[in-house]
Each structure stands twice: as structure tokens, then as C-alpha cells.
């Protein structure tokens, strides 16, 4: 009897930094490098570099947060919640994205934003257990996210119990 493989990703995407964060990054971690050229070298100076610029990378790499809907399951940075608790799902302009995260924002909200990523969706949280009223989460596709989000909520629901839904007691 084989294992069958998981479901792919109904979305699955990455927020990473814009071109000018790694610009940036990786510019601090070349100029470490002069700072070692006049007292030990050229070679421990391009050591040092290629070190730090190498560590950048892996940094903002592993700091970029996830976004994912798969198996019933909403992943949004370190955060996860089954589609059964997903209340209704909104794509939302920039402008949108920046009042709640301000102004708007409630502070019993999830936030998973990044701010170079202008766009967002908003989730409704439906769990009675749970006090976050909502889910703020920043994406470049925000309109496939939350396609991806309905069409996951109505397979959970349609796949009755043992697939995302408790089972009811008689």
C-alpha cells in the first residue's frame, strides 16, 4: 500500500523584498568588506564580503513570510487556521491595506503584512474560541488569494466530517 502525496497548493506564495531591499542588503554586507581591506588585505576583505553579502541573502530569504492554502489550511507567516473558521474574504486595495494597518486597525487583529508588498486580503475570523476579529494579510495576488480561500471554504464544507468540519453529535 503506497502513501498518497499531499494535495499541491491551492496558493502558495512568498513575500519577499522588493529589488531595492536586496540592493540595499547586499551593499551593507559588500561595504564590510572595505572596512577589513586597509589592515588585513584584499583576501580577508573579499572574504568578509562574500560572507556577509551570502548571509544577507539567507536572512532576508528566511525572513520573508509565507502565504499558503493547502489541506483546509490557511498558513500566513507563523500563523495557521482551518478554512472552516474563514468568514468572508476580501481583496483590498492599497490605500485599504495601509487604513487598516493604521487608523482602522484593530488590535485584536492578525497582521501578517509586509510593507513593500502594497496589496492585501482581508480574512474574517468565524472561530467562537478564537478573539481575533480578523486576519490582515499583505499579497501580491491578493484576488488569487482569496479565490483560493472561497474554493478551499467550499471544499471543506462539502467534504463533511473528517474533512475540516467537526462531526456532529446525534
Do not use: N
Not at 489541506?71 to 487556521?81: P, S
Not at 494579510?137 to 472561497?150: D, G, H, N, Y
Amino acid at each position: 500500500m503506497s502513501e498518497q502525496s499531499p494535495a499541491p497548493a491551492a496558493h502558495r506564495e512568498t513575500l519577499l523584498p522588493g529589488p531595492w531591499a536586496w540592493v540595499a542588503a547586499l551593499g551593507v554586507a559588500a561595504t564590510l568588506g572595505l572596512v577589513f581591506l586597509p589592515s588585513l588585505g584584499p583576501v580577508v576583505a573579499f572574504t568578509t564580503a562574500a560572507a556577509a553579502m551570502v548571509g544577507a541573502a539567507v536572512g532576508l530569504w528566511l525572513t520573508s513570510a509565507r502565504i499558503e492554502v493547502r489541506d483546509g489550511e490557511l498558513r500566513a507567516g507563523r500563523a495557521q487556521m482551518p478554512v472552516r473558521f474563514v468568514g468572508r474574504v476580501k481583496a483590498v486595495t492599497p490605500e485599504r491595506m495601509r487604513a487598516l494597518r493604521g487608523p482602522e486597525a484593530d488590535a485584536r487583529a492578525y497582521l501578517c503584512q509586509r510593507s513593500w508588498v502594497p496589496g492585501g486580503v482581508v480574512i474574517e475570523v468565524v472561530d467562537p474560541a478564537d478573539p481575533t476579529p480578523y486576519w490582515l494579510v499583505s499579497s501580491r495576488t491578493p484576488q488569487r488569494l482569496a479565490a483560493a480561500l472561497e474554493r478551499a471554504k467550499e471544499a471543506s464544507s462539502s467534504a463533511g466530517p473528517g474533512r475540516g468540519e467537526p462531526p456532529t453529535s446525534s
